[in-house]
T-cell receptor, first 114, second 119 residues
């Protein structure tokens, strides 16, 4: 079945460091890919998405490119801030007969130190 | 942006009792609501999908008689864990998809989650 694998955390970085959180997926067809962020005590928020191969999603300085050849959707940010500390979830969405289903990775906790 | 709330945020109950968790869409009409369960250090597992006014569709392996889902209105869905046992302790998250200003949105909006502890 479809699945999402993301790197285990926690990831601890100093402020202004470069961030990469790896995400790979296994899926039939052409799923859409997402990154969600969960801040402490809050629900998941959509960070960015890509709906087809070679699409690049970007938001708040974060980027991820849909790589079909490597089945990956790695999240990157050039310079992290303390406020980026959160849990990041990679997810894919499959559409079947007009309905869709999200499959999430296990989440990667990011801690940014001042 | 669209906001989804859950109540309570945390609940502790005795084994054998039933617990109800509410999920509300605060500023939009949720035509579809989803309930997820998250175990520590694991991903969100979809439990069921419900459309307003119709019966929920449960994922394989989820006991529909144990996890009762009601989606009676376009802004409210409830999950009732019946005869709860310690193994039901988990983090339950709802999400909603529906009609926002400007038309239907394809995006899911997530609630903050409810942590259930069964003693």
């Amino acid at each position: 079945g479809d699945s999402v694998t993301q790197m285990e955390g926690p990831v601890t970085l100093s402020e202004e460091a470069f961030l990469t959180i790896n995400c790979t997926y296994t899926a039939t067809g052409y799923p859409s890919l997402f990154w969600y962020v969960q801040y402490p005590g809050e629900g998941l928020q959509l960070l960015l998405k890509a709906t087809k191969a070679d699409d690049k999603g970007s938001n708040k300085g974060f980027e991820a490119t849909y790589r079909k050849e490597t089945t990956s959707f790695h999240l990157e940010k050039g310079s992290v801030q303390v406020s980026d500390s959160a849990v990041y979830f990679c997810a894919l969405r499959q559409t079947t007969s007009g309905t869709y289903k999200y499959i999430f990775g296990t989440g990667t906790r990011l801690k940014v130190l001042a | 942006g669209a906001v989804v709330s859950q109540h309570p945020s945390r609940v502790i109950c005795k084994s054998g009792t039933s617990v109800k968790i509410e999920c509300r869409s605060l500023d939009f009409q949720a035509t579809t609501m989803f309930w997820y369960r998250q175990f520590p250090k694991q991903s969100l597992m979809l439990m069921a999908t419900s459309n307003e006014g119709s019966k929920a569709t449960y994922e394989q392996g989820v006991e529909k008689d144990k996890f009762l889902i009601n989606h009676a209105s376009l802004t409210l869905s409830t999950l009732t864990v019946t005869s709860a046992h310690p193994e039901d302790s988990s983090f339950y998250i709802c999400s909603a998809r529906g009609l926002l200003a400007g038309g239907p949105r394809d995006e899911q909006f997530f609630g903050p989650g409810t942590r259930l502890t069964v003693l």
